[in-house]
């Protein structure tokens, strides 16, 4: 039986990584800012896959255009 890593399947999706604090608040489903994304690129997707600095993935997050800001959609335990 074969075992592939949770985010595999949303390879298309761009990866956020987020500092420690950041990382923490993502985790208790807060909304975070992310300035190192340029949301002027086309997409075809309001997703994004959430990492720490270790390269953990931690959750989908779901753009918000009116509060310019990404919330966690589904977070995943450590």
């Known amino acids: ?5 949770a985010d595999r399947a949303l390879q298309d ?4 990584l ?3 604090t950041t990382a923490e608040r ?4 807060n909304a975070f ?3 190192h994304y340029n949301r002027d690129l086309p997409t075809s997707t309001d997703l ?3 990492y720490d600095t270790g390269g953990h993935f ?3 997050a779901e753009w918000d255009a009116a509060q310019q ?6 977070v995943l335990a450590r």
């Open 69 to 74: 800001v990404w919330k966690p959609k589904k």
């Open 1 to 5: 039986m074969l075992f592939f890593p």
């Open 33 to 35: 800012r992310y300035d």
């Open 26 to 29: 993502v985790l208790h489903g």
């Open 58 to 60: 931690l959750a989908i």
């Open 48 to 50: 994004a896959r959430v």
């Open 18 to 20: 987020l500092d420690a």
């Open 13 to 16: 999706y761009p990866a956020l």
